[in-house]
């Protein structure tokens, strides 16, 4: 990586160094984004190429069992990559309360939030973060995050966990965990995989992580990004979006980019690459985007479910045992996890991990 200029420097030194994040930067009243955060021309989301005559489906999945449901969900999975339910079962007071416990932890004081800095919080399975990978990035994003590892034994140590929001956190992912079960029961018997026994349920969904994910108000918002193109590396991950907007899409048919309108109450469901690998290409791991806010703070609640830290994850027997040929070894998880954080978002790129 070039070596950085000295103003960029001061920035990473406040910003990351002493821990204080975009959240810290943006209190500073700014009125300007700061060279480090500026994306080259090329990078940019331009007015011209978000699509007009794209939109993700919105599924009413009341009744899961609905054969029309299941269908929908499993082509939209195929087709697009993302898809929106409504009617989920998630009670709207848990989804509203979770957004604003996530408004609430970014709204204390700063040395209050530098409490749980990565590397400084009281347990590794809360830490607070800024942009995405700053220390191989050239250009950093515009924004935060509070990131709470979420399985069964992480859960122990709750007591450490930031006290105005650990309540809602919870709530919400146990909200969620039927509706997760339902996806993936779902989505995998559209690759012919009969149930879930607790060997699979392992390889699937096992580590959940939490994000809240905070982006401040931007004095330039079409020069940053609040996150850069990026496929996930869950098996699913459900995005519970607030109302400001801003998550981009990237068509298939063409290379524009699909905004996917916040819809009150409503999930945003996405494939991730484990889901692409383990269906041999059927289910498609879309790249997204956000785009910063001029106008206001914005917040969003990712639940990102991924396998055990030491699952071994490849294209399943049921998909190739009509013969088809693997595109994909077999990766431990952790493997693949550590090759993502180690790298600034690349797109797509980090599937050639696990391309054969």
């Not at 919870?170 to 690759?191: D, F, H, Q, T």
Request: charged share 25%.
């Amino acid at each position: 990586m070039p070596p950085r200029d000295p103003n960029s420097e001061k920035i990473i030194d406040f910003v990351v160094n002493k821990r204080n994040g975009i959240k810290g930067l943006a209190d500073t009243g700014i009125e300007a984004v700061p060279q480090l955060y500026i994306l080259p021309p090329e990078e940019r989301l331009e007015p011209n190429s978000i699509s007009t005559h794209h939109s993700i489906p919105v599924i009413d999945v009341s009744n899961w069992d609905d054969p029309e449901v299941t269908e929908s969900i499993c082509q939209a999975a195929g087709k697009w990559g993302f898809f929106q339910i409504i009617n989920h079962g998630v009670p709207l007071e848990v989804l509203d309360a979770v957004k604003e416990a996530a408004h609430r932890f970014f709204g204390l004081p700063s040395e209050e939030r530098n409490k749980y800095w990565a590397g400084n919080s009281p347990t590794e399975t809360v830490a607070l973060k800024t942009s995405f990978a700053p220390q191989s990035e050239t250009v950093l994003e515009w924004k935060d995050y509070l990131s709470f590892r979420s399985s069964p034994g992480d859960l122990e140590s709750f007591p450490l966990w930031p006290p105005v929001c650990r309540d809602e956190v919870v709530k919400y992912l146990e909200s969620a965990k039927p509706v997760i079960r339902k996806l993936l029961e779902i989505l995998l018997k559209g690759l012919k995989v009969k149930e879930i026994d607790k060997a699979r349920e392992y390889s699937l969904m096992a580590t959940p992580i939490v994000n809240f994910n905070f982006y401040p108000r931007c004095p330039n918002p079409e020069l940053t990004a609040g996150v850069r193109p990026h496929s996930d590396i869950s098996t699913i991950t459900i995005l519970l979006q607030d109302d400001n907007g801003g998550l981009y899409v990237r068509a298939t048919d063409d290379n524009s980019w699909i905004h996917i309108p916040p819809v009150n109450g409503a999930l945003v469901i996405n494939v991730g690459d484990i889901l692409q690998i383990m269906s041999n290409d059927r289910y498609k791991s879309i790249e997204h985007r956000v785009v910063a806010n001029g106008s206001k703070d914005r917040v969003s609640v990712p639940i990102f479910v991924n396998p055990g830290e030491d699952a071994v994850f490849g294209p399943l027997p049921e998909v190739l045992e009509s013969g088809e040929q693997p595109l994909y070894k077999e990766v431990v998880f952790s493997d693949y996890f550590k090759y993502f954080f180690s790298k600034k978002h690349e797109g797509k790129k980090t599937l050639d991990f696990a391309r054969i």
